[in-house]
């Protein structure tokens, strides 16, 4: 069985992440304290103590 790998890559500039793949230019997200947003997904997330985080799909506009 093959696995095939995926390039990933993040550039950060202050609280703005710039997401890349093979194919360039993905997303971005921004990113304050435990919040963050990303263009794509269009989901907020807040990260919790320990490894939980909590997730809003889908931001109404």
Request: aromatic share 14%; net charge positive.
């Amino acid at each position: 069985m093959a696995v095939g790998l995926m390039f990933r890559k993040r550039k950060r500039f202050g609280p703005l992440i710039l997401h890349f793949t093979e194919n360039g230019f993905s997303s971005w997200s921004i990113k304050i304290g435990r919040w963050s947003w990303n263009s794509r997904a269009r989901a907020h997330r807040v990260d919790l103590p320990g490894p939980l985080s909590w997730k809003q799909n889908k931001s109404r506009s």
